[in-house]
């Protein structure tokens, strides 16, 4: 996947923004709050996603997938797809779709409501 076509999908989800951050990394939020990033990579495209408790055991050390840099040190449950072999495209965009669930689910009620996220 290029960051083109992370940024074409992840503008598709609802209630998403974007924003260029932290050494021009492909931010994306869902209420203000961060779901998925495109940079960080070393030697190309980089994807990063949250994942569920059972996700993260899943991918952590899975070719090509890590624990998140940064965020996976504080006890966060996110993933970073770094490498081949990885994740593919689809799978990539069904982690993707799970991240931008996780974190509008953390979302006040409120909010959800004025989003239309139900």
Same mark, same amino acid.
């Given at each position: 996947?290029?960051?083109?076509?992370f940024?074409?999908?992840?503008?598709?989800?609802?209630?998403?923004?974007?924003?260029?951050q932290?050494?021009d990394?492909?931010?994306?939020?869902?209420?203000?709050?961060?779901?998925?990033?495109?940079g960080?990579?070393?030697?190309?495209?980089?994807?990063?996603?949250?994942?569920?408790?059972?996700?993260?055991?899943?991918?952590?050390?899975?070719?090509?997938?890590?624990?998140?840099?940064?965020?996976?040190?504080?006890?966060? #449950?996110?993933?970073?797809?770094?490498?081949k072999?990885?994740?593919s495209?689809?799978?990539?965009?069904?982690?993707?779709r799970?991240?931008?669930?996780?974190?509008?689910?953390?979302?006040?009620?409120? #909010?959800?409501?004025?989003?239309?996220?139900?």
């Amino acid at each position: 996947m290029t960051y083109s076509q992370f940024n074409a999908f992840c503008s598709a989800l609802k209630a998403t923004t974007y924003v260029m951050q932290w050494g021009d990394s492909h931010v994306w939020k869902v209420g203000g709050k961060v779901f998925a990033i495109g940079g960080w990579g070393e030697n190309g495209p980089a994807f990063t996603f949250k994942v569920s408790e059972t996700g993260f055991e899943i991918l952590r050390n899975m070719p090509g997938l890590r624990p998140a840099p940064y965020l996976a040190s504080r006890g966060l #449950k996110w993933i970073q797809h770094y490498g081949k072999p990885g994740l593919s495209a689809r799978d990539l965009k069904d982690y993707l779709r799970q991240s931008h669930y996780l974190v509008s689910r953390g979302l006040p009620k409120k #909010k959800r409501r004025e989003l239309d996220l139900g």
